[in-house]
């Protein structure tokens, strides 16, 4: 769904023959962005907590900064916790079957969450296989 505040901008400065077009925001860092990533304002947060661990990433223009996967998973769970979003489970499960999280600090936020059982009911899900 394109919004009335969206435009359709030509990618003149990328050789992508399957995409002519790209819907950008109306405020895009510059003409030739694919992505306009905006966060929330801050602080950021993983439920009632600060992330425990910020991981930087070295690209080709720069460093991006994300959660660990443990603190990833936080923010999936605390979205299954408190609003009961199926999806957001599955997220937290697939990260966790990709890369290696803290299980015990996973209790331990989820205890300080008030979700300690609802922790207990998913936890052999985001046990690596």
Do not use: Y
């Not at 992505?35 to 991006?64: C, D, M, Q, Y």
């Not at 199926?86 to 015990?104: K, Y």
């Amino acid at each position: 769904m394109v919004l009335e505040s969206e435009k359709r901008l030509p990618l003149s400065c990328w050789n992508w023959d399957f995409l002519k077009t790209v819907v950008i925001s109306p405020t895009p860092a510059h003409r030739c962005s694919l992505l306009f990533v905006k966060g929330p304002a801050g602080p950021l947060s993983v439920g009632e907590e600060r992330p425990r661990e910020i991981t930087n990433l070295k690209t080709a223009t720069g460093i991006v900064r994300l959660l660990s996967p443990t603190d990833c998973v936080k923010d999936r769970l605390t979205w299954w916790f408190h609003s009961g979003d199926r999806q957001c489970l599955e997220q937290a499960v697939a990260v966790a079957g990709v890369t290696t999280i803290d299980l015990a600090e996973l209790r331990r936020w989820s205890v300080g969450e008030g979700k300690a059982a609802e922790f207990e009911i998913i936890a052999q899900r985001l046990k690596r296989t």
